[in-house]
């Protein structure tokens, strides 16, 4: 068992989040109260430092770590403990009015004024010198600390940068990968419309003022762009590790964030954390919850291991487009979701409400009003204590997923530039999550892999709308197959290669026709609205006899698989949509076309029960209601309610509820918006 402890220095759930005494240095009453709250709040932990730049180097060459040394001794005399930021999220002016190379140049190819924070250069030299003299420097003065637990690498790093230092750093990250011109302009079949490129000078980033047909271009630029940032990031760890090695470092990503590879992050990070704000209460709830899980899913795959749930609202944000308070509960839920899903901690953003500028409204454990008797407030401590609680039961335990689903931010770059069948909608991450959906609600844990991944100790994996096949996988995914496995893929799959050239010779392409047993020769686009359906050839054990089908249909051929459903409309009624096919000792599934989520959890549940995997809770769940599983010397299953009205479900056994010690068994009821913990027994 991997039992992982994120935070050695402090092996406990951290509960706390962002804090930012430095815009109240001038308010010595304010961080003293700010002390006695967090106690009162269950809080053991705070991030510190995060923007806090022109407070500490306020001119240049001149450092100021007083302030925050005080901070840091009183927060630790007081039992709370401190995650360190380091500032490069924001830029201090000085620093960006002298040294315009730091700043960003925008695709338009205009060069930012100073404002804003995300926003730096991250191949300047200027800025990377000053980051690594900083990083130095507050790892000299506090990594060896007892109160300093974690490092805090910047901030959401995100965002690209289109100036001549990045668009030379392109070049030579292109001439590593290609070696020649004609290697480069065979991979990204370069030939077409004259676009040939006859010296490296002429090869610019993909912007809309200039080249964006070339889809080897822009799939290699996203590449690029997450190899600088990483790049970046890593010279910060570096700065940071080179004084005292032994405080971990996380960065807080932002789950299915389009502009970043995550899994690259994995290797260069510790620890991951993620940043999470749900649209609670909306018109589908429920749908939320399933995202969200989906979220801290991703989260843990990026390093396969807990993960910090690093930002969280306690209340609203102030940046959605309608900031709807939790209603009564909901806090508690949404806050051990992340717990049920691998996350150490609850941390939220922010400690407390700034008096001015953009996140003055942004929800905080204290208000303006600064008192701790709020309904907040009182989530927030609650939370704490139930954490407190949980510890000794739940931290020792993981969640330990059978089932994995495929999911690659470089096939995600591609698919949605594919200029193919539905450019008015192909739907790769909805595609993803609804197959991630589908066993939540059946209450399957579920793992993500890219394409990078070991898929070996999965029993099911799954490839929703895997267009790309990355160099190696689909070699990757027949062993899968051939020794035990057992494949769902999709429509849409298996059609380009590593520069998004078309397999030649039958999709899904690159070996994979036999593992299927079968050949996609046409792919038919529907219009919004349109439906076409899926109707079962014979009785499956628990699916219907028929399914709505939309968007994307293929037409396939069966070479040597078995069809077991065909299409119900249209010129190609009669032919196979959904095919079973043994090859090896295992087997592989190919779906056809677009399906209704009803089809997804019935197949699920169906292929859950043929293969024997294990699900949290082994009952039914009424609509709404979920179960997450972290395994351990004894298993830990929290069951959700995510609907704002009691909900029952029936225990398949005798389980102790980890908060009050009570033996339960037959019906549990959940209140609303209620989480409950059980120990298996
Ligand atoms: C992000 C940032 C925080 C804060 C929050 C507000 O996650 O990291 O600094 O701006 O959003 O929701
Ligand atoms: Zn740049």
């Given at each position: 068992m991997n039992d992982t402890i994120l935070c050695p220095k402090y092996p406990h759930f951290l509960h706390g989040g962002d804090y930012n005494p430095d815009q109240w240095l001038d308010r010595p009453d304010i961080l003293e109260k700010d002390i006695q709250l967090m106690k009162e709040a269950h809080v053991n932990c705070v991030s510190v430092g995060i923007f806090a730049w022109a407070h500490l180097e306020p001119q240049e060459g001149v450092y100021e770590f007083d302030w925050l040394e005080q901070i840091i001794n009183n927060l630790y005399e007081n039992g709370i403990y401190t995650v360190l930021a380091t500032p490069s999220g924001a830029k201090p002016v000085w620093m960006s009015e002298k040294y315009p190379e730091i700043r960003r140049v925008n695709s338009s190819l205009h060069r930012e004024l100073s404002g804003e924070r995300h926003n730096h250069c991250y191949t300047s030299p200027i800025y990377r010198e000053k980051v690594r003299e900083m990083n130095t420097r507050l790892a000299e003065r506090f990594s060896r600390h007892p109160g300093v637990i974690l490092w805090h690498i910047s901030n959401e790093y995100g965002g690209e940068c289109y100036c001549p230092l990045c668009q030379e750093a392109f070049r030579e990250w292109l001439k590593e990968k290609y070696g020649t011109l004609e290697a480069l302009n065979h991979a990204w079949w370069a030939h077409f419309w004259s676009h040939t490129y006859t010296d490296w000078s002429q090869i610019h980033a993909p912007v809309p003022s200039g080249e964006m047909s070339v889809h080897g271009l822009i799939v290699d630029w996203k590449r690029f762009v997450t190899a600088r940032t990483v790049d970046f990031m890593r010279e910060e760890i570096k700065a940071v590790k080179s004084v005292n090695p032994e405080i971990p470092v996380t960065a807080n990503l932002m789950s299915f964030y389009d502009g970043l590879d995550y899994f690259k992050f994995g290797p260069?990070?510790?620890?991951?954390?993620?940043?999470?704000?749900?649209?609670?209460?909306?018109?589908?709830?429920?749908?939320?919850?399933?995202?969200?899980?989906?979220?801290?899913?991703?989260?843990?795959?990026?390093?396969?291991?807990?993960?910090?749930?690093?930002?969280?609202?306690?209340?609203?944000?102030?940046?959605?487009?309608?900031?709807?308070?939790?209603?009564?509960?909901?806090?508690?839920?949404?806050?051990?979701?992340?717990?049920?899903?691998?996350?150490?901690?609850?941390?939220?953003?922010?400690?407390?409400?700034?008096?001015?500028?953009?996140?003055?409204?942004?929800?905080?454990?204290?208000?303006?009003?600064?008192?701790?008797?709020?309904?907040?407030?009182?989530?927030?401590?609650?939370?704490?204590?139930?954490?407190?609680?949980?510890?000794?039961?739940?931290?020792?335990?993981?969640?330990?997923?059978?089932?994995?689903?495929?999911?690659?931010?470089?096939?995600?770059?591609?698919?949605?530039?594919?200029?193919?069948?539905?450019?008015?909608?192909?739907?790769?991450?909805?595609?993803?999550?609804?197959?991630?959906?589908?066993?939540?609600?059946?209450?399957?844990?579920?793992?993500?892999?890219?394409?990078?991944?070991?898929?070996?100790?999965?029993?099911?994996?799954?490839?929703?709308?895997?267009?790309?096949?990355?160099?190696?996988?689909?070699?990757?995914?027949?062993?899968?197959?051939?020794?035990?496995?057992?494949?769902?893929?999709?429509?849409?799959?298996?059609?380009?290669?590593?520069?998004?050239?078309c397999f030649l010779g039958g999709w899904p392409g690159d070996g994979m026709m036999d593992v299927f047993g079968i050949w996609n020769e046409e792919i038919d686009a529907l219009y919004?609205?349109?439906?076409?359906?899926?109707?079962?050839?014979?009785?499956?054990?628990?699916?219907?006899?028929?399914?709505?089908?939309?968007?994307?249909?293929?037409?396939?051929?069966?070479?040597?698989?078995?069809?077991?459903?065909?299409?119900?409309?249209?010129?190609?009624?009669?032919?196979?949509?959904?095919?079973?096919?043994?090859?090896?000792?295992?087997?592989?599934?190919?779906?056809?076309?677009?399906?209704?989520?009803?089809?997804?959890?019935?197949?699920?549940?169906?292929?859950?029960?043929?293969?024997?995997?294990?699900?949290?809770?082994?009952?039914?769940?009424?609509?709404?209601?979920?179960?997450?599983?972290?395994?351990?010397?004894?298993d830990v299953v929290f069951v959700q309610n995510f609907t704002a009205a009691p909900q029952t479900v029936r225990l398949p056994h005798a389980m102790k509820d980890v908060e009050s010690g009570e033996t339960l068994s037959g019906d549990l009821t959940l209140a609303p918006w209620e989480i409950r913990t059980l120990l298996e027994q």
């Open positions: 260069a990070l510790d620890v991951v954390s993620w940043d999470s704000y749900p649209l609670w209460h909306n018109a589908d709830t429920i749908q939320e919850a399933a995202r969200v899980a989906c979220c801290h899913d991703l989260m843990r795959s990026v390093k396969h291991q807990p993960f910090l749930l690093m930002e969280s609202t306690p209340s609203m944000t102030n940046w959605q487009p309608v900031s709807k308070l939790k209603r009564p509960g909901m806090h508690e839920l949404s806050s051990l979701q992340a717990v049920a899903h691998g996350s150490q901690s609850v941390q939220y953003f922010q400690w407390r409400k700034s008096r001015g500028s953009f996140e003055k409204f942004h929800g905080a454990v204290v208000d303006h009003y600064g008192g701790s008797d709020t309904r907040v407030f009182r989530d927030v401590a609650s939370v704490g204590k139930r954490l407190e609680n949980l510890e000794a039961a739940v931290l020792p335990t993981r969640v330990q997923p059978e089932v994995a689903i495929v999911y690659d931010w470089e096939n995600r770059w591609a698919v949605e530039d594919a200029k193919g069948p539905r450019n008015g909608g192909l739907h790769y991450v909805e595609t993803v999550q609804a197959h991630h959906r589908a066993f939540w609600k059946n209450g399957v844990p579920v793992d993500f892999v890219d394409m990078d991944g070991d898929l070996s100790g999965y029993k099911v994996v799954v490839t929703p709308m895997l267009y790309m096949y990355r160099n190696g996988f689909a070699k990757k995914l027949r062993d899968f197959v051939e020794q035990g496995g057992t494949l769902v893929s999709t429509y849409w799959s298996g059609i380009v290669d590593d520069t998004d050239l919004d609205g349109e439906t076409n359906a899926m109707e079962l050839r014979e009785p499956v054990d628990g699916l219907r006899e028929s399914y709505s089908l939309r968007e994307l249909c293929e037409i396939i051929h069966l070479r040597g698989a078995k069809a077991l459903a065909a299409y119900g409309q249209d010129f190609y009624a009669g032919s196979p949509v959904l095919t079973e096919n043994q090859f090896g000792k295992g087997t592989a599934y190919y779906i056809a076309a677009r399906a209704e989520d009803g089809f997804q959890e019935d197949f699920y549940r169906m292929l859950v029960k043929k293969l024997g995997i294990r699900r949290a809770l082994d009952t039914v769940l009424p609509e709404g209601v979920t179960a997450s599983l972290r395994k351990g010397e004894q």
